[in-house]
C-alpha cells in the first residue's frame, strides 16, 4: 500500500522532465470520467446551480414567470456550462494550482431538459515566468467545449491555470498580512446588508440598444461577506468537482493517488487539494492566509452581474476576466461596471462593450474584466433570444 501523506502537501518542483512531458500533451483530449456533475439541464439542477451563484433571477426558478418570456419555459443562465464540466486539470505533479482567468463565448441557449456534452482540450503553456509568489510559475491553458444533445456548440470557454511549487510560496508568505477575517462592525455589515438588498434585476423589462449610451454605469452588485455556507452552496449545486468522495471510496481513491490528499492535523482526515477553499489548514499549505474562492464561482458572479443589467432579452456574447487577488472567507465584493462602446457587429447584431471592476474592502480591483452584450433594437424589432431559439 502506497504511503498516505500526513500534514503537508506533496512539495512538487518545476523540473526540465516536467516540462519536457506536458510539452507533449499540448492538443491533448481529456479524459473526463468523473469530471462531469450536471448533464441534463433539470430544473433541480438550474435551481441548485442558481442558488450557489445567489442569482435570484426568476427567468431560471419561476415557471409562471418563464412561460411569458420569449423562451417560453424556465432555462439556464449561460454560466450554467460550469456545473456541467468545470476545470479539469492533469500533469504537474506535485504542483500548486489556481485559476487565474477565463475567457467565456455563449453560442445559444440551455433550455430545460437539454443535455449538454463537454469536451476539454489541453492547449499547452506558456513558462516557467517569474512569480512574487512563488519564484516562478507555469501558466496551463485549457479549452472547454459544450455541446447540446443536437450536437450544437453552446459554449467555448478559455481558461488559465497557475502551477507554482507550493513550499515557495509557503515561505514567500506573500499575503501573511492580510487581516483575516476582516475586523467589520455592525454598521458596515448594516450597510452592506442594504447594498445586497439593492440588486436589480432588470428581468421582462428589455434594455434597448437605442437607449444605451456609452458612458452609461451599471447598477452595482455586492456579494458577502463572503462565507462558508456561500463555498458549500456553490460546490453543492455548481461546482462538485471530481473525486469529492467520502469514507472507504475517498481512501481507496487516496491510496491509489497519494499526491491529490494530506492529512489534516487537526481532525486526522484525508482531505482532497480541492480542500483549499474551505479547509484553512489546506488554504495555508498552499502558501496563503485562509480558505478562499473557486476561479469559476467568480466568473458566475461576474455573469450573474451582467446578466443582471442586461435583462431577460440580452444576450452575453463573450466575457473575459482576470483573477488579480484571491477572495477569502469573510471578503465583500462590489461589482461595478460601464459601458465603453456601443456598435453593430459582423452579424448585424446591436452590441455594447461593458468594462468591470470588482473591488473589495482592501480597495483591490480583484477580478478587471471585459463583456460584450447583445441587445434587442427597438428601431429594428428584433431580439438576440429570437434568432438563437431557432
Known amino acids: 500500500m502506497a504511503k498516505m501523506p500526513t500534514g503537508e502537501m506533496t512539495q512538487g518542483v518545476i523540473t526540465d522532465e516536467m516540462i519536457e512531458d506536458m510539452r507533449q500533451r499540448a492538443g491533448t483530449r481529456v479524459r473526463l470520467t468523473g469530471y462531469i456533475a450536471n448533464e441534463i439541464a433539470t430544473e433541480t439542477a438550474i435551481r441548485r446551480f442558481v442558488d450557489g451563484v445567489g442569482d435570484s433571477n426568476p427567468l431560471w426558478r419561476n415557471e409562471k414567470y418563464a412561460k411569458n418570456t420569449r423562451y417560453g419555459r424556465i432555462v439556464a443562465p449561460h454560466s450554467w456550462v460550469w456545473s456541467v464540466c468545470a476545470a479539469v486539470q492533469m500533469g504537474w505533479r506535485g504542483l500548486g494550482a489556481f485559476h487565474s482567468g477565463t475567457e467565456e463565448k455563449f453560442f445559444r441557449p440551455i433550455l430545460l431538459g437539454d443535455r449538454i456534452t463537454p469536451e476539454v482540450v489541453y492547449l499547452g503553456f506558456e513558462g516557467p515566468m517569474p512569480s512574487h509568489f512563488a519564484g516562478k510559475m507555469i501558466k496551463d491553458c485549457y479549452e472547454n467545449r459544450y455541446y447540446n444533445q443536437k450536437g450544437e456548440l453552446v459554449a467555448k470557454v478559455r481558461l488559465w491555470i497557475i502551477r507554482y511549487e507550493r513550499k515557495k510560496a509557503y515561505k514567500k508568505g506573500k499575503y501573511k498580512d492580510v487581516q483575516l477575517p476582516h475586523p467589520w462592525t455592525e454598521e458596515e455589515l448594516k450597510n452592506i446588508q442594504n447594498e445586497v438588498l439593492a440588486e436589480e434585476i432588470r428581468g421582462a423589462n428589455p434594455r434597448y440598444w437605442e437607449e444605451v449610451s456609452v458612458g452609461e454605469q451599471l447598477k452595482p452588485l455586492t456579494k458577502g461577506p463572503f462565507g462558508l455556507t456561500d463555498m458549500i452552496a456553490f460546490i453543492a449545486g455548481a461546482a462538485t468537482p471530481a473525486r469529492l468522495l467520502a ?20 481532525t486526522y482526515a484525508l482531505e482532497p487539494i480541492f480542500a483549499v477553499h474551505y479547509n484553512r489548514r489546506a488554504a495555508n499549505l498552499q502558501g496563503l492566509p ?16 451582467l446578466i443582471n443589467w442586461m435583462g431577460d432579452e440580452g444576450w452575453l456574447k463573450r466575457v473575459f476576466a482576470e483573477y488579480r487577488y484571491f477572495v477569502y472567507h469573510s471578503d465583500v465584493l462590489c461589482f461595478n461596471g460601464k459601458v465603453t462602446n456601443k456598435y453593430i457587429d459582423e452579424n448585424n447584431e446591436n452590441c455594447v462593450d461593458i468594462e468591470v471592476t470588482v473591488i473589495n474592502q482592501r480597495e483591490e480591483n480583484v477580478m478587471p474584466a471585459t463583456a460584450t452584450i447583445i441587445l434587442s433594437s427597438r428601431d429594428k424589432g428584433i431580439s438576440p433570444v429570437s434568432s438563437r431559439l431557432r
Not at 491509489?256 to 487537526?266: L, S, T
Not at 474562492?293 to 450573474?304: A, I
Open 247 to 266: 469514507h472507504g471510496v475517498a481512501l481507496r481513491h487516496y491510496v491509489k493517488h497519494p499526491a491529490w490528499a494530506f492529512r489534516d492535523p487537526e
Open 290 to 305: 485562509s480558505c478562499y474562492d473557486l476561479g469559476q464561482q467568480r466568473q458566475c458572479w461576474l455573469d450573474h452581474f
